[in-house]
């Protein structure tokens, strides 16, 4: 449902949630709207791109392999939104569940996506030993 307030519709409101919370940004078409360059960000939940900046690779609500400073980041965005005097609350988007066997997204900066790999492999060869 959030889908449709992607900005497409010059005549409806253009929304955007974060970890749940969907605050309506139309105040800001032209940031949030078609050609604005957040407008990746709008009519879904991007809350994981808000702590990665990838954009277009992140537009989930799965905070799964984050570090302590991305969720930082997602925490400070979710403080601008509710404490914004241009942007309004308007409700909680209901998530499907993620799969915990789902691969965790690919990280789009490379040095990071690099260490994120060699975690894993680490994990996996301590899971091996046991």
Known sequence: MLAKYDGSDPNMPVYLAIDGDVYDVSAN?????????YHLMAGVDAARSFA??????????????????????????????????????VGKVIHPPIDPKSPIPEHCDETKRNAAKAAQGAASAGKAEL
């Not at 078409?29 to 360059?37: A, F, K, S």
Request: charged share 30%.
């Open 29 to 37: 078409r032209r940031t949030y709207g078609p050609g604005g360059g």
């Open 52 to 89: 990665t900046g990838c954009f277009k690779a992140h537009r989930t609500h799965d905070f799964r392999g984050l570090d302590d400073a991305e969720m930082a980041s997602i925490q400070k965005w979710k403080n601008f939104f509710k404490n914004s005097d241009k942007y309004s609350y």
